[in-house]
Structure formats: C-alpha cells, structure tokens
C-alpha cells in the first residue's frame, strides 16, 4: 500500500452555469514532501467550509484503483492523478476493506479514516458534466477521508501501514451502502452509530434514520 501522487491546491473562481463559483477541488501533483496538519495539506484548502474540509475530513484520498474503470465510463476524458479532486492518489486500499477508525502510518503522520466522500456538483465543474455527480455515487466509488492524528511530511512513494483499527463490521463501502443503496438496514444502522470514529453528523443522520423507521411500527 503506498501513495502514488500528492496533490493540493488553493480555491480559485470559475464559471459554472452562468455563475462565479470558488471551490478548490482543482488540485496539482507535487513532487516534493509536503507537511501534513490537522486541517489540511500545506498548499491545499477548501473553499466551501461547511461541507469540505475541517479535521474529519482534512485530507481526502481515492484509489488509483478506479481510474481504469473510470477511463472506460468516460471514454476521451483526460485523467490523470487527482481528477477527482484528492490529496492522495492511493494503491492497495479500496473501500471495501477499509475500516472506519483504520490508522495508518503514512511518511511521517498518522492518520485515521472517518467516512466516504459524497459527491457535490462541484464534481461536476472539474468534469464540465452534471450528471458525473450520480454516477459517481451510483459506482460505490467514492474514496475516503483521513482525519489527520499526527502531523508530519508526506510524499508520493511512501508506504502506508494499518497500524491501528477500531472495528471490522463498518466499512467505508458500508456507510455509502447505508446512506444510498440500503436504507433500512436497521442492524447495519445500529453498528454505525456505535464507531467512535464515525462523525457525529453521520451518526446523528443515521440515528434520525432508524427512529423514523421505527416509529412507523410504534
């Protein structure tokens, strides 16, 4: 398991839809160590503050595992590293075998996984195309987020070690199959709510689930 690219980037405006958009997820490949910190990357930030970035989800990673199967949905389209607006471009973890609560060590930091990445339309300004946005979560392909436990320089090459994990019943593949694809699993539910290291607006969001579900049978 190991990074392959590091990619950051700063908001920049661009035109979507007749309108002024900031948003960062435009992100370019560096080639030198870079520091990672408890909110981001250095060189890297979010422009929209209430759904990107913060400690749960300071550094986003996806696997290169996917961009073949993406180069085959999207015949033509140029994708190189970080197309999909991450910070680590991976190889050897896919969502299904990660964990939520998963550390690893990576370079110099250690990081913890929090939860998968849920499309925006900001997925579609990079793509130039709205409807990527549904495709994208219909193809359970979605990565995942790293909270940052230890700062430190990180560089594609270096190896990523599962030093730690919490739990092997909730994956990140689990919780995008809770939310999207199986609604009223009511013990997959209940093993969410209770993964420390699942976000308290996950939890909350699943908990108003499983009561609402229940109250149709009180």
């Not at 990619?7 to 405006?13: D, K, Q």
């Not at 539910?189 to 996950?202: C, K, T």
């Amino acid at each position: 398991m190991e990074i392959l690219s590091v990619n950051v980037g700063l908001p920049r405006e661009v035109i979507w839809q007749g309108k002024v958009v900031t948003t960062g997820i435009f992100k370019e490949r560096v080639n030198t160590p870079v520091m990672a910190r408890k909110l981001n990357l250095d060189g890297d930030q979010q422009a929209d503050l209430t759904v990107h970035g913060g400690f749960d989800k300071a550094i986003y990673a996806y696997p290169s595992e996917h961009y073949d199967y993406w180069r085959t949905e999207l015949p033509g389209v140029d994708l190189p590293w970080s197309m999909f607006g991450e910070n680590f471009t991976t190889e050897g973890l896919l969502e299904e075998n990660v964990y939520i609560g998963d550390r690893f060590r990576i370079g110099e930091t250690e990081v913890v996984v929090t939860e998968p990445r849920l499309p925006c339309y900001k997925l579609g300004i990079k793509f130039g195309r709205g409807d990527i946005i549904k495709r994208f979560l219909a193809s359970r392909r979605t990565g995942f987020y790293f909270a940052v436990a230890r700062g430190g320089m990180v560089a594609a090459g270096d190896l990523i070690e599962l030093i730690g994990r919490e739990q092997k019943e909730i994956s990140v593949a689990d919780i995008t199959r809770l939310y999207a694809f199986e609604k009223n699993d009511l013990k997959g539910l209940r093993q969410a709510i209770g993964v420390d290291s699942l976000p308290e607006s996950w939890k909350g969001y699943f908990q108003h689930r499983l009561e609402k579900h229940i109250g149709k049978f009180q």
